[in-house]
């Protein structure tokens, strides 16, 4: 079956243009070099786009890709919504996208996908049930996957992990993690005032009380996405396909610690890190919010085992604690059901060292905008961390020109110019084009990536199966 996204209308219902024909297995397409550049023209396989991260990958066309992009989905709402949102690129009034689907379904998508070889990039983002699996057979043909995380939610699937990492460098494909936040201006200048002693010192060891680095995460069920509001999958809510808070959102926190600390370092989870305690805390829905969320008006027949008196009980609180070559880390992810008027998603990383503390806070009081501060740990620190910020900032000025310092009381505030505040999913294109310019050049692929990647698994999810573990007392729900 096929469809090409075409025309000046958003699609409301995409059922009526779709043909359904079942099409014989055919042999791979051809992937031709481009006329004018002479590289090889990368072609794109959409599969099973069940989250809305699976259009942000598509919000701007990419150098060197075909316009055509091949779906491999169920047909049902997930992949509805998909084609929804890629029509709404292609139809918006400023810089338009002019992608062409050609969608293939039925049951053996995965199959007929693997079969027919019409790209050589899959990209993948939705449920997170198998998706390693799914990560696996990709790279097993030979073709490069760009994946959402997270690509594993039990940490029983870390063998996968690693085989399917280990089988992607044998077949000579690229395999890529969607890890966004590394393109965000207020994650980037952390990572560099963190590398300069003169700033930051050294890490302090801490303790599971007070750690050397703490970040928090906060997420909210209800959010536009694209200027539309979204609606999520009832599937969402179950843990056994979506996973766990810290599992779902928290490789995003647990990859910036690696980063920040430990830039361009490979780190081995066997040695590197001791896992020290988790804790989860349910959120309890009403059907009603159930319904807000998902557009559905009933529970499912898979989340009745999670429903506590009529209310659904969705783990969506979780804190881990672990040292990180001997330094104590707390992270904490937690999903809310909706954030106050005027608020949004919100991050806090503190990262404590010797000189000073290195903060980014995004409440109320920075207008939820991520703003970087630097703190002197002791007063007569002040004026020779001042020094050294006012040289690093000078330094940084080459790639992000207008970036200035601010003296206020007690800590300094490193101001950042609205145009590098682009906003979450602009990332998406950087990330993609980065990925692109990887399978271009795989030898330009760090060698921290693979390992470190085990790491930030190691961390979601024995963190999670340690709060499962710990979890024999009952909790204390929060309700929205």
């Not at 004018?36 to 990368?42: A, H």
């Not at 179950?238 to 430990?262: K, S």
Request: net charge neutral; aromatic share 8%; hydrophobic share 40%.
């Amino acid at each position: 079956m096929s469809l090409l996204s075409q025309g000046r209308r958003p699609i409301l219902n995409p059922l009526p243009l779709l043909v359904l024909t079942l099409l014989p297995v055919c042999g791979a397409e051809p992937v031709r070099e481009s006329s004018t550049t002479g590289q090889v023209l990368l072609r794109l396989i959409t599969l099973d786009p069940g989250h809305f991260h699976a259009a942000l990958f598509h919000k701007e066309m990419l150098p060197g890709v075909s316009e055509q992009v091949h779906v491999y989905a169920p047909l049902g709402p997930d992949l509805l919504a998909h084609l929804n949102r890629m029509a709404q690129f292609n139809n918006r009034r400023e810089n338009p996208t002019h992608w062409k689907l050609e969608v293939h379904t039925g049951p053996d998508f995965l199959e007929r996908m693997l079969a027919e070889r019409r790209g050589n990039v899959v990209v993948l983002s939705g449920n997170n049930r198998g998706k390693i699996d799914r990560i696996a057979a990709a790279v097993r043909a030979g073709l490069h996957v760009l994946a959402d995380k997270p690509w594993i939610i039990e940490p029983d699937d870390l063998p996968k992990l690693q085989a399917a990492l280990e089988t992607a460098e044998q077949n000579g494909v690229v395999v890529y993690d969607a890890m966004t936040q590394r393109f965000e201006i207020s994650c980037i200048l952390p990572r560099e005032l963190v590398s300069d002693p003169d700033i930051f010192g050294v890490a302090h060891v801490g303790s599971p009380e007070e750690p050397a680095v703490y970040m928090e995460s906060v997420h909210y069920l209800v959010k536009e996405v694209a200027g539309a509001p979204l609606q999520r999958p009832p599937w969402f809510f179950d843990l056994r396909q979506q996973g766990e808070c810290l599992a779902d959102a928290g490789p995003h926190l647990a990859d910036l610690v690696l980063w920040t600390l430990f830039p361009n370092q490979t780190l081995d989870y066997r040695t590197d890190l001791k896992l020290l305690a988790g804790t989860r805390r349910p959120l309890l829905l009403s059907r009603a919010q159930f319904q807000r969320v998902t557009g559905q008006s009933e529970f499912p027949d898979f989340l009745t085992t999670a429903l506590r008196e009529g209310r659904l009980e969705y783990f969506a609180d979780n804190r881990v604690v672990y040292q990180l070559r001997g330094s104590h880390v707390m992270l904490d992810a937690r999903w809310e059901f909706e954030a106050a008027p005027g608020g949004k998603d919100t991050e806090l990383a503190i990262f404590r060292g010797t000189r000073s503390r290195i903060e980014v806070r995004q409440g109320k009081s920075e207008g939820f905008i991520p703003e970087v501060y630097v703190v002197p740990t002791r007063p007569e620190l002040k004026a020779s961390v001042q020094a050294a910020l006012a040289r690093k900032v000078e330094s940084l000025q080459r790639d992000y020109p207008g970036l200035t310092m601010e003296a206020q009381v007690g800590q300094f505030h490193v101001a950042i110019p609205d145009r590098y505040r682009i906003g979450h999913e602009a990332h998406f294109a950087l990330l993609s084009r980065q990925f692109l310019n990887y399978v271009r050049h795989p030898q330009t692929v760090p060698a921290w990536e693979k390992p470190n990647m085990l790491a930030k698994y190691f961390v979601t999810t024995k963190g999670v199966e340690r709060a499962r573990a710990a979890a024999q007392t009952p909790s204390s729900p929060r309700t929205r």
